[in-house]
């Protein structure tokens, strides 16, 4: 039977088994919301703005396991989308992105909504196509599909012309598909992975160093059993945590800019490190030259070989899934009599031990205004550390990071790589579209919530109870706390004037809001807020305007010139 | 020091441009780029003349072969290989230079494709020190214009790039 490329999109979707596309329709792709609309398979999510489309099939693809897809039209729609699209990229999130675009015969003839789609997305893409033909529709699809879900993750998209869409031929949709050109070595080296196991058990100051590659691979199982089996301490970065237990003794906080002193610490002591998906980012180690000590062995596994010596030379690298090559390791140090000398992990633990007495994480308990950070310890109670908790760019990011322990994969949900504020709100709603029981918390702050602040319509429209944690300090934050640092307190532009009243903002739209002024009302705004199970709450937490998150590595700085809060 | 990289791509529109953007992304340098396609016309081949030391090398081998389209990638100065490159140019030749010019060419080894009773247009292939030194050798004044192709390469012996 001959079926339309509209036709075919959508079955295309079906047989990925996909149960949510988040989108905003426009003329390139009447064609193929038209076939949405005559099924009931696929349900589409209409949010307000392209942005917010992406970062909500963002949020929903990093709180699940499952591909995020979202459907936008020519021009407009897809710069609109381009955001969302960077966002997912940074932190390799799979996803299709299917965007409309002008007919063949108009491409190129500057037409109405027309923008050079592929062109514009190509450095933030896993891949792209254009489509061009509708026999190559299903199989672009299914490219699509693969590419993004192998390999390292990634957002890969399709740009389909209006007229491709109106175009019929035979559906086929390819049960497997391979392409000469990508073959991501999956299965780690069986000699490197042995080599690290023999590092790991001479070690004497051991630190395992993991990232967002181990949730992404669901390594998290494989990873804890490994950090427990060998007693090691273990750091997750801003994009792994969750990926091993927060709670857990052996984890000694958050690594980098803003991470614990003792995790610092011992991350420029070891002379062990097992690096597990991570990137040795800037924000992580700081300045590689400072990072770099002539003693310490590095391990390093990773899906992607350019991620591998790309800022730190490593001395095992491993080229392969996380998941697969913990495992490995852990049957041979299962199988193996030998064990890392307890005199030396003792030692090493009881100086770690010494860090964690500086308590880098403390803050004024008394204050009389709100403290930031007790409003994150007090929504961690509240919600017994079990909630979904997304959050934007800024400040109250990083205070969520340190202060919300985070036990289980996939409940921090932020922007770590490209740092997108607006990003909170709309990836909420995709992790209550895919919860749709969780607790699912936004944690913003003033500026970064106005990005994206049109979404609230959306949680109106599907019923999401999204509570929103608001730290209003009146600033951009983290803007303002580099003026404070480094450009002599001139708080060039980093003053948020003309604030609405987030309280009457959020009944305009139809939802609840509250407004917390006092230290004292904190628990019981929480409270409530939480036991208002089907509404979507605002909470506008009015917030010290001076407090700094600590402890701060300046940009460009080594992990160990951290400023800590009692040296102010 | 100097890398010539031989890239085999998918013969696809837009393969040029994941490359050639590739290099302006991440601040690679491209000394020359060439690209056409092979005995197997779905694909292509380029060679990349880079410059960078091995870890930027070794990084920009490792992006490339990040890169969907991209088939296979060697670096042949890792090798014994052969570099080749064509140049065009075109120089006034009149009067007492004209002689001069057409032994500067044969001392060259190129061939002189198109005459004027003003100027000759030469044509040189050789390694890229070959072509620089012949326009090193003649007056840079009479040099009216210059076409390179960018350097080609292969290895020697019984090395082959192939799918």
């Known amino acids: ?63 699940s396991q499952k591909i995020g897809v979202a459907l936008v039209t020519s021009g407009p729609g897809v710069t609109n989308a381009v955001t969302g699209i960077a966002t997912a990229y940074m932190d390799s999130i799979p996803m299709v992105v299917i965007t409309g675009q002008v007919p063949t015969h108009a491409i190129g003839q500057d037409a109405f909504q027309e923008c050079d789609t592929v062109g514009i997305t190509r450095p933030c893409v896993k891949h792209n196509f254009l489509v061009k033909d509708v026999k190559e529709l299903a199989s672009t699809m299914k490219k699509a599909f693969y590419l993004a879900t192998t390999g390292r993750p990634g957002p890969v998209l399709v740009d389909i012309p209006k007229d491709v869409t109106q175009a019929a031929t035979e559906f086929v949709y390819p049960k497997t598909i391979s392409l000469r050109s990508y073959n991501p070595v999956t299965k780690g080296h069986a000699g490197q992975i042995k080599k690290a196991v023999q590092l790991l058990l001479e070690a004497k100051r051991p630190m395992i160093y993991t990232g967002g590659g181990v ?43 803003h991470g614990t002193y003792e995790t610092n610490m011992a991350m420029q002591d070891c002379d062990v490190m097992l690096a597990v998906g991570a990137r040795f980012d800037d924000r992580v180690i700081g300045d590689p030259k400072h990072f770099y000590r002539a003693d310490r062995r590095i391990i390093h596994i990773d899906i992607d070989p350019s991620s591998i010596s790309k800022r730190v030379k490593v001395d095992v690298p491993i080229v392969g899934y996380v998941a697969d090559v913990l495992e490995e390791m852990l049957k041979l140090i299962e199988s193996s009599p030998q064990r890392p000398d307890p005199a030396a992990l003792k030692a090493w633990w009881s100086q ?74 709309p990836a909420a709603m995709g992790v209550q579209m895919v919860n749709p029981d969780a607790t699912v918390a936004c944690v913003t702050g003033e500026a970064s ?35 404070e640092f480094f450009y002599g307190n001139r708080y060039a532009e980093s003053y948020m004037d003309a604030l609405p009243d987030f309280v009457k903002l959020s009944e305009a739209y139809g939802h609840v809001g509250l407004k917390i002024e006092k230290p004292g009302d904190v628990e019981g705004a929480l409270k409530e807020a ?8 605002f909470l506008d937490f009015i917030t010290d305007q001076s407090e700094n998150v600590f402890p701060m590595i300046p940009g460009g700085k080594g992990l160990t010139e951290m400023i800590l809060a009692e040296e102010l | 020091m100097r890398h010539i990289l031989s890239i085999l791509v998918e013969n696809e529109s837009g393969a040029l441009s994941r490359v050639s953007g590739l290099f302006s992304a991440r601040g690679y340098n491209i000394e020359s780029l060439t690209v056409a396609p092979t005995e197997d016309p779905t694909m292509s081949r380029m060679t990349i003349v880079t ?56 001392i060259f080894r190129g061939r002189i494709l198109d005459v004027t009773d003003k100027s000759y247009t030469i044509e040189l292939t050789g390694p890229g020190e070959k072509l620089d030194a012949f326009l090193g050798a003649i007056e840079p004044g009479v040099i009216l214009e210059t076409v390179r192709t960018g350097a080609s390469g292969i290895g020697r012996g019984e090395r082959i790039l192939r799918v």
């Open chain 1, 215 to 257: 949730i992404l691979n669901n390594a998290s199982s494989q990873l804890t059993r490994l950090v427990r089996l060998l007693g090691f301490p273990c750091t997750n970065t801003l994009m792994g945590l969750g990926s091993f237990p927060g709670t857990d003794p052996q984890f000694t906080g958050m690594p980098g800019m």
């Open chain 1, 352 to 425: 770690i031990k010494e860090w964690q007495r500086k308590d880098c994480l403390k803050y004024d308990r008394a204050s009389k205004l709100i403290k930031p950070q007790f409003v994150i310890e007090k929504l961690y109670e509240i919600t017994k550390g079990d909630a979904f908790i997304t959050s934007d760019v800024g400040q109250h990011q990083m205070w969520a990071a340190q202060y919300y322990k985070f036990d289980k994969p996939r409940r921090w949900i932020n922007s770590g790589g490209l740092g997108t504020m607006g990003f909170g709100l």
């Open chain 2, 51 to 106: 410059e960078g030391s091995d870890d930027v090398i070794e990084q920009i081998t490792k992006q490339l072969n990040k890169l969907v389209e991209v088939v296979k990638v060697v670096d042949l100065t890792e090798g014994n290989h052969i570099e080749r490159e064509l140049m065009l140019v075109k120089v006034r030749a009149a009067g007492k230079e004209r002689d001069e010019m057409k032994r500067l060419a044969d």
């Open chain 1, 1 to 63: 039977m001959q079926l339309t490329g509209a036709e075919i999109t959508i079955r295309c979707l079906q047989e990925e088994g996909v149960e949510y596309v988040f989108g905003y329709p426009g003329g390139a792709v009447l064609n193929i919301y038209d076939e949405l609309f005559k099924q009931d398979k696929v349900k589409h999510v209409l949010v307000r703005h392209e942005q917010g489309a992406v970062h909500a099939a963002d949020g929903y693809s990093r709180s």
């Open chain 1, 530 to 537: 939480f036991a208002q199970k089907e509404r979507l709450v």
């Open chain 1, 449 to 483: 919530i106005q990005m994206c602040i049109q979404e609230l319509s959306t949680c109106k429209q599907y019923h999401l109870p999204i509570k929103i944690v608001n730290l209003n300090n009146r600033y951009m934050g983290m803007v303002r706390q580099w003026q």
